[in-house]
């Protein structure tokens, strides 16, 4: 069974705190990325990472950063948290094989709320 | 600019009444276009493309390119199809999608 996991279901931090956000996918992609979901929003792309290492800025980047050190799994980091970044968090994963990489699996999402 | 509309944000149905929920995309190449759904404490997870035609859960989708639509039908709503819908275009080879504002639909017994 597919599966990508993320650390929390609810964060509540501080304004100005460091706040680390971890995925990990068990099937292997190539292809990891990082949303944000807003009422009226939709979904937002905030990074992308499409191998070890390798990142590419989203639509909304600003305010954050990501980390891929293993391909199983892609960190997101909110350097100093504000208020405004309170919102639903997504990861996703998906293939790089041509025909399946629009495929994408979601995690959970982390709820994060920065007081 | 590469864009994806929904322009409903709540659609509210009776149970058995037929359903359309709108997309409209802008995009320049050969668009491939998804419906993506997210049930009630459920995950987001891929409902159809239009490329493979299928029929899932009684939802079809045509791409219409004349109209830049991809717009989701399905004859007879049932109470299970309540949940939050998203349009999504493909970015190319990038594997890359770029996501509508989404729509929730609500069927009503």
């Known amino acids: 069974d597919v599966k990508v996991t993320q650390s929390s279901r609810y964060l509540v931090k501080r304004t100005g705190e460091k706040v680390f956000l971890e995925c990990v996918q068990d099937m292997d992609h190539e292809n990891m990325f990082w949303y944000r979901q807003d009422p009226g929003l939709g979904l937002r792309l905030i990074y992308f990472s499409y191998d070890v290492k390798m990142k590419e800025k989203g639509d909304i980047p600003e305010g954050y950063s990501v980390s891929r050190e293993k391909k199983e799994r892609f960190s997101l980091i909110l350097e100093s948290a504000s208020t405004n970044q309170t919102s639903m968090y997504l990861c996703a994963s998906s293939s790089r094989i041509r025909d399946t990489q629009e495929t994408q699996y979601f995690g959970p999402g982390t709820r994060l709320l920065v007081l | 600019a590469q864009r994806v509309t929904q322009p409903e944000k709540l659609l509210s149905v009776f149970k058995g009444a037929p359903v359309e929920l709108k997309c409209n995309y802008s995009y320049s190449g050969s668009p491939e276009l998804f419906w993506y759904v997210q049930y009630s404490r459920q995950r987001l997870q891929l409902l159809l493309r239009?490329?493979s035609r299928e029929s899932i859960k009684g939802f079809t989708a045509d791409l219409n390119k004349g109209e830049t639509s991809f717009h989701l039908k399905k004859p007879f709503a049932q109470e299970e199809d309540s949940a939050m819908y998203y349009c999504?275009?493909?970015?190319?080879?990038?594997?890359?999608?770029?996501f509508g504002q989404g729509t929730t639909l609500q069927v009503k017994p």
């Open positions: 239009h490329i």
């Open positions: 999504a275009l493909s970015q190319g080879n990038t594997g890359k999608l770029i």
